[in-house]
Each structure stands twice: as structure tokens, then as C-alpha cells.
């Protein structure tokens, strides 16, 4: 359920207006950014869905306690300054 099966190729097929603009989507619409994140439409544009799920503010990051980046169930995800996440995943390498 947190798959980009809403994307905006998938809504310009359903053939509502605004199908020949590349950036229209309607808000909540979902695409994969290039880094492999979920990106969803809001009301100001298009924003990391993990950051809106968390209301993660400038300058926080978020993780993903699975390392799945598409999986923004809010009990994957946590807030952490970027000094926190990085030594985060620096005990993960550790780790293995
Ligand atoms: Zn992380």
C-alpha cells in the first residue's frame, strides 16, 4: 500500500485534465524520485513521503529502521538529527 501505484503516468491514463503537463498530479499522487524514495504530491509541491509522514523539519533526517526505502509505514521510520542518523548507520556497517 506505500508502492507508487499512483503515479502521475497512472493518473494521466485515467485521461482527467491536466494530463499533457509534466509536473500536474493530482495531491497524493505518488512517483519514485531517482534515489529510489517515494515522492508524494502536496499541496506545495512534491515532497519525500517519509518527511511527511514524520513531519520531519528542515534539517532532521529520517531513517528507515528496515533500510527500505519505499516502506514509509510510520513504525519504519524515525526522525534524527544528521550527526544521530549518521552514526546510525555507521553501527549498522559494524554490525555485519
Ligand atoms: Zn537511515
Avoid: C, F
Wanted: net charge positive; aromatic share 6%; no cysteine.
Amino acid at each position: 500500500m506505500w508502492a507508487a501505484a499512483n503515479t502521475p503516468e497512472a493518473n494521466a491514463k485515467k485521461g482527467r485534465k491536466g494530463e499533457h503537463h509534466p509536473n500536474w498530479a493530482v495531491i497524493g499522487s505518488k512517483s519514485l524520485s531517482s534515489h529510489g524514495y517515494v515522492k508524494v504530491k502536496t499541496e506545495s509541491g512534491w515532497e519525500y513521503e517519509h518527511r511527511v509522514v514524520t513531519g520531519a523539519l528542515p534539517g532532521e533526517d529520517v531513517h528507515h529502521r528496515d533500510e527500505d526505502k519505499i516502506n514509509n509505514n510510520p513504525i519504519n521510520l524515525e526522525r534524527l538529527s544528521p550527526s544521530e542518523h549518521a552514526q546510525l548507520h555507521r553501527q549498522k556497517q559494524l554490525e555485519r
